[in-house]
């Protein structure tokens, strides 16, 4: 009953995501005295169960379809960043919304893009590559990116970021793999529920940031949400693209198109409260891009499934 139950929540991950987020915006109240640095140790909780399932094998898919890795790790750091520069300069979004939409252009690949990838029948194992390796990069690319792309209006501590990135993001993961060689058995007795319970995390951190940019939300929402739709599409659209230009296979196809347009939305808030404290509303983009992009994902998902299974 309980993997059934956790099955059900990890597929669906976009309406708890936003019913979580709606909840937030509605009772404010309920998230509003969490403290937004818990956000830090909640997404390290998340990259440490991705440590946990990760195996040999998905570093070995790295060396044995380098080119599929490298397609969309390159994908991924140059088109999500660019899009965002030019969403940005198309709306003309101020400063602090401007910062939150590069960041999530800036973050590498979520773990949520391996549940997607999974129910659309993808390739799962070039998903799990490529989220590995893109989380591998972000210490040194995303906050090079950032300081590119947003250095012009706001400062950017590029090496706090790093370091940041190295103790939200990399320590965990690092963490996990030693559990896991540590305590085989445990990793097999909790891997089956991490999916659910990550979705369940990232549902809690989005309450919280809604919860706490409520007001301003509900009078820059609508703008931030057709802003972040569509980046989102832009990336799933844009992986896509390149995976057919090299006539890659369908299933190839989709696991690229949906890791490059789903991002690490959770890491983006994070750097936002950890590093831009003078900009409270950078945090909104990455907030509102991990319910959007669980939406999005879902919808993708069957779209795929159903050319997968008409191959």
């Known amino acids: 009953m309980i993997k059934r139950i956790c099955n059900f929540i990890a597929r669906w991950i976009g309406a708890v995501v936003l019913l979580a987020a709606l909840l937030s915006l509605a009772f404010p109240a309920v998230c509003n ?17 991705m440590g946990l399932t990760l195996v040999p094998a998905d570093f070995r898919v790295v060396f044995s379809r380098p080119v599929d890795i490298l397609v969309g790790c390159l994908v991924q750091f140059v088109a999500m960043p660019l899009l965002a520069l030019l969403l940005v300069k198309l709306f003309a979004l101020p400063a602090d919304l401007a910062l939150g939409v590069i960041l999530v252009g800036c973050c590498p690949g979520g773990t949520a ?12 194992a070039l998903s799990v590559g490529m989220t590995a390796v893109s989380t591998l990069l972000a210490p040194l690319l995303t906050p090079l990116l950032t300081l590119l792309l947003a250095g012009t209006f706001v400062d950017v501590d590029a090496a ?3 370091l940041s990135i190295v103790y939200v993001v990399i320590a965990p993961i690092l963490g996990g ?9 445990f990793t097999a007795a909790v891997t089956p529920y991490l999916p659910a319970f990550s979705s369940l995390m990232i549902a809690v951190v989005v309450a919280i940031i809604v919860s706490h940019t409520a007001d301003r939300l509900l009078g820059s929402g609508l703008l931030v949400l057709l802003v972040v739709a569509l980046h989102n599409m832009g990336g799933l659209l844009a992986g896509y693209a390149a995976a057919t230009l090299l006539r890659l296979p ?3 196809r989709a696991a690229i198109s949906i890791e490059v347009g789903m991002q690490n939305s959770g890491l983006a808030s994070s750097l936002a409260t950890m590093h831009f404290a003078a900009f409270p509303l ?4 990455g907030a509102i891009f991990s319910v959007w992009h669980n939406i999005s994902g879902a919808i993708v ?5 159903s050319r997968i299974a008409g191959e």
């Open 250 to 252: 369908m299933r190839k």
């Open 33 to 49: 005295h969490i403290e937004m640095r818990a956000i830090n140790p909640m997404l390290g909780v998340i990259m440490f169960g």
């Open 301 to 305: 998902a069957r779209i795929y499934s």
């Open 177 to 185: 793999l030693l559990v896991q060689k540590i305590l085989p058995r």
């Open 113 to 124: 893009s391996n549940v997607i990838t999974y129910l659309a029948k993808g390739d799962l």
């Open 160 to 162: 706090g970021m790093l």
């Open 282 to 285: 950078a945090a909104i983009p």
